[in-house]
């Protein structure tokens, strides 16, 4: 084009007001519609019809915990990788908001191995309640030692991925993992947990400022795939309210493994593969 032409040409201020928040969600990551406002001084209705769009164009997500966008991992190479949502937190947050626990008042968490000896709550449906806001789990990353989503994944990976996690913990886990680990008990709560085919959270385990409330309970199951195990899915409950028989017997266990089974088979329907450890 030449400088003539290009003078002669008007500019789409829409799309040039989209490109803008692509942008500024590449660069900075997962934003709230407030972040989004004072960063591009639009107002909340425009701003709110351009992450419609680009929501239904597949290029933005939104978070179903804090509401936050981020751009869609599904945008493959052409942005920053990092900046894009977790692949599972993307595939699976359909299937979680079915969940009949979710109905019933009882949230779930979405985790998702990110590397050795670690693991990170990626999607979440604590929306409301004391279970909720003050109590939200994204971003945190529970002990693989003493968290019903460690145990499922360790209970489920080869045996060669499992020493490799372990020796992880014992260089950089915390005092209590470690002690967990030495003491003998927690391969045998290892091996309970695979003929069983669901984590248990360790008892009063919990991480403050994330659970200041009253305890939770949890049960976890993996979340396999062909290529191997990609992270868990949990359902929570008061500790106080109800037993883990009880529990189980509502049936919300089986439904949580249900929908494992389906989000394993949506990753691998889209090509994602297991993390390499």
Same mark, same amino acid.
């Given at each position: 084009?030449?400088?003539?032409?290009?003078?002669?040409s008007k500019t789409i201020r829409a799309l040039d007001r989209g490109l803008q928040i692509v942008e500024l969600l590449s660069q900075r990551g997962q934003m709230t519609l407030a972040d989004l406002r004072k960063a591009s001084q639009l107002s909340n209705p425009t701003l709110l019809r351009i992450l419609l769009t680009l929501q239904d164009r597949g290029w933005v997500r939104r978070s179903i915990v804090e509401g936050r966008y981020e751009l869609a991992h599904s945008l493959g190479n052409l942005l920053g990788e990092a900046t894009r949502a977790h692949p599972l937190a993307e595939l699976a947050a359909p299937l979680l908001l079915d969940l009949k626990g979710r109905q019933a008042g009882w949230p779930s968490d979405l985790c998702a191995l990110v590397g050795p000896g670690r693991v990170e709550i990626v999607e979440?449906?604590?929306l409301r309640g004391p279970?909720? !806001?003050? #109590?939200?789990?994204l971003g945190i990353r529970p002990s693989m030692v003493m968290s019903a989503h460690?145990?499922?994944? !360790?209970?489920?990976?080869?045996?060669?991925?499992?020493?490799?996690? %372990?020796?992880? %913990?014992?260089k950089s886990g915390s005092k209590e993992d470690i002690l967990n680990?030495?003491?003998g008990a927690f391969a045998d709560e290892i091996a309970?947990?695979?003929? #069983?085919?669901?984590g248990l959270r360790e008892p009063k385990y919990w991480q403050a400022p994330f659970d200041p409330g009253p305890e939770l309970a949890a049960i976890a199951v993996p979340i396999l795939s062909g290529s191997g195990v990609h992270g868990s899915i949990s359902i929570l409950w008061m500790a106080d309210d109800m037993r883990l028989d009880e529990a189980i017997s509502l049936g919300f266990l089986q439904d949580i493994q249900k929908t494992s089974?389906? %989000?394993g088979a949506t990753l691998d329907k889209a090509g994602v593969v297991a993390p390499k450890i």
């Open positions: 084009m030449t400088h003539s032409e290009h003078s002669s979440s449906t604590r279970m909720a !806001l003050t #109590r939200t789990a460690g145990r499922a994944i !360790l209970a489920f990976s080869t045996e060669d991925q499992c020493k490799r996690h %372990i020796d992880v %913990i014992r680990i030495e003491n309970q947990t695979r003929k #069983r085919g669901y089974a389906k %989000i």
